[in-house]
């Protein structure tokens, strides 16, 4: 066993290791820092986007040093009796991009790619060839895996980033284009779906088919193939595909997170990222929830290693508190709404008050928002959607995970 040491190991290179990395760098530069990620790559295989509004000033320096698409012109979103351009600026980031920023931002030494981790503690970690690295802290944003303690259900999507044979004339994002048939590919249950259409180039565009359901299940021919049909019908050229992403996220209604955080501790060590339950509920997202993460805890350098377990687990018990509307209105979606009618909970969402919808996505709903959004006619049964809040949802488990 060799016996390198280190300020802080860092388990798991994706977007909230990486991002933990950078603000750690930017605010003890004199660190000694290892970020240990099993991948080739940091990151993996994303396409990582966000509204401009979810993030604070400090937030955007965050991520001031990675090339991103940007569009300043707001983007659009449409189901069957409802369409609507709403102003918020959006962002995108690429995992490619998220790599070479951060391979430019933090020293060599610091990445180490290829090296899976085989176990942490208090002390340190230990690499699967043996290699022991001491560190003062160590934290673990390794990916989520499935847990029996949470309930919900599964946001399932694939995207494909197309070139196009022809300029398009698409301005904007589509964040959801919801009028599109509302079934699932698995089975014959309907789940909510949309579409999600990116400009990220005059000649290039990017589409992801997203449906929400209660099997973690995914036909990757048949979302394929759906893009293709969406891409035909709305006229678009042709083109060649030059990027694909697919994922199967949880979308969490409830849950015992105690018994979850129980069964993910390992003492002495601080766990963050979706891991760690620093994730938007409903929309999966974990974007303005990880910059923000990676920001307070450079802002506590200060604590031990110890500390900043308990620190940043008391974080993810306040998170978890804080994003209860945000379950119960998953737990809507899934059990009031009778499946073709789950559309009709998005629809009239996107009425309300755009500042109210920027809080919503950015995690910061107000109790006054949260009146906002469960009052007025639902659209679905009152004694449905009484159920439904009272109601708890089944275990996010998978059988293989994909
Ligand atoms: C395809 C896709 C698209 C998404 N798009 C968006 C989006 O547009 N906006 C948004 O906000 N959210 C999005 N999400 C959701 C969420 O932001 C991502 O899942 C995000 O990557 C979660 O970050 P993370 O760092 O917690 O986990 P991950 O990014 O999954 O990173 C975990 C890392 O740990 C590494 N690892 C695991 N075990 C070990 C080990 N033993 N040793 C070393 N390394 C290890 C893995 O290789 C991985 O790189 C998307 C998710 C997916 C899957």
Not at 127 to 155: K, M, Y
Not at 254 to 264: H, Q
Not at 315 to 321: D, G, I, L, V
């Amino acid at each position: 066993m060799s016996g390198r040491e280190t300020d802080v190991a860092i388990v798991g290179g994706g977007l909230a290791g990486g991002l933990i990395a950078l603000a750690l760098h930017k605010a003890q530069p004199q660190w000694r820092i290892q970020l240990i990620e099993a991948g080739a790559t940091l990151g993996g295989n994303h396409r990582w986007s966000w509204f401009d509004s979810d993030l604070s000033p400090a937030g955007e320096a965050l991520l001031e040093p990675f090339r991103k698409v940007e569009w300043d012109s707001g983007y659009d979103v449409a189901f069957p009796k409802h369409r609507r351009t709403l102003k918020a600026d959006y962002r995108s980031l690429a995992s490619a991009d998220f790599h070479s920023g951060l391979t430019r931002e933090l020293p060599t030494e610091a990445i180490r790619l290829n090296t899976h981790v085989a176990s942490l503690d208090a002390e340190g970690v230990t690499l699967e060839d043996g290699e022991r690295i001491a560190a003062r802290s160590v934290i673990d944003c390794r990916n989520f895996t499935p847990s029996p303690h949470l309930l919900g259900g599964w946001q399932i999507f694939m995207g494909r980033h197309i070139r196009l044979d022809e300029p398009h004339s698409v301005e904007r994002p589509v964040i959801m284009d919801a009028s599109v048939t509302q079934h699932a590919p698995a089975g014959n249950r309907c789940a909510y779906r949309f579409m999600y259409v990116l400009p990220l180039a005059r000649d290039e565009l990017f589409f992801e088919d997203t449906y929400y359901d209660e099997t973690p299940v995914m036909d990757r021919d048949l979302l394929s193939r759906r893009i293709a049909g969406y891409a035909s019908d709305m006229g678009f050229p042709d083109g060649e595909e030059i990027g694909r992403e697919a994922g199967i996220l949880p979308v969490i209604t409830g849950g015992n997170f105690k018994a979850y955080l129980r069964s993910i501790r390992i003492p002495g060590v601080a766990t963050a990222g979706a891991r760690g339950g620093f994730t938007h509920p409903l929309t999966s997202y974990t974007v303005p929830i990880a910059v923000e993460n990676a920001l307070a805890i450079a802002e506590r350098s200060d604590l031990s290693g110890q500390q900043l377990a308990a620190w940043c687990e008391n974080r993810a018990r306040a998170h978890w508190r804080k994003t209860a509307i945000y379950r119960a209105l998953g737990r809507m979606l899934f059990k009031a709404a009778e499946p073709d009618r789950r559309v009709d909970i998005f629809q009239r969402f996107y009425r309300l008050p755009e500042e109210l919808i920027e809080r919503f996505y950015a995690c910061r709903t107000s109790l006054p928002d949260q009146a906002r959004i469960l009052m007025g006619r639902p659209p679905v049964s009152i004694p449905r959607a009484i159920r439904a809040l009272a109601s708890k949802g089944e275990p996010l488990t998978m059988e293989t995970p994909q």
